[in-house]
């Protein structure tokens, strides 16, 4: 579409190369829940995280979100996308991916 970006995951794949991603053993299903959810969402005056009010509903019409464990972790997930969302702003962040903790 015209105006739309390539994502930095496309470049990388489309160059040939493989991207430096963590492994998701049993936790897929979330990441494709997050999405399909989406993080974040506005307030009207700035971006917040996705929370209770949209995961709840989300669980139970997709059945997507199965467990309470499953729950809190989608929650925590949408938190941190927002997180680091804001704080990638600045040029100067070291990605989640190369930080030695």
């Known amino acids: 579409m015209k105006g739309e970006k390539e994502s930095r995951l496309a470049r990388i794949r489309s160059a040939g190369d493989k991207p430096d991603l963590p492994d998701l053993i049993f936790a897929d299903h979330l990441c494709e829940a997050m999405f399909k959810l989406s993080p974040t969402r506005s ?14 509903p989300f669980a139970q019409a997709t059945g997507r979100v199965k467990n309470s464990w499953e729950a809190e972790t989608l929650f925590e997930m949408c938190r941190s996308y927002h997180e680091e969302n804001q704080a990638g702003k600045s040029p100067f962040r070291i990605s989640p991916m190369e930080r030695e903790d």
Do not use: R, Y
């Open 43 to 56: 307030n009207g005056f700035s971006a917040e995280p996705t929370g209770w009010a949209e995961i709840a």
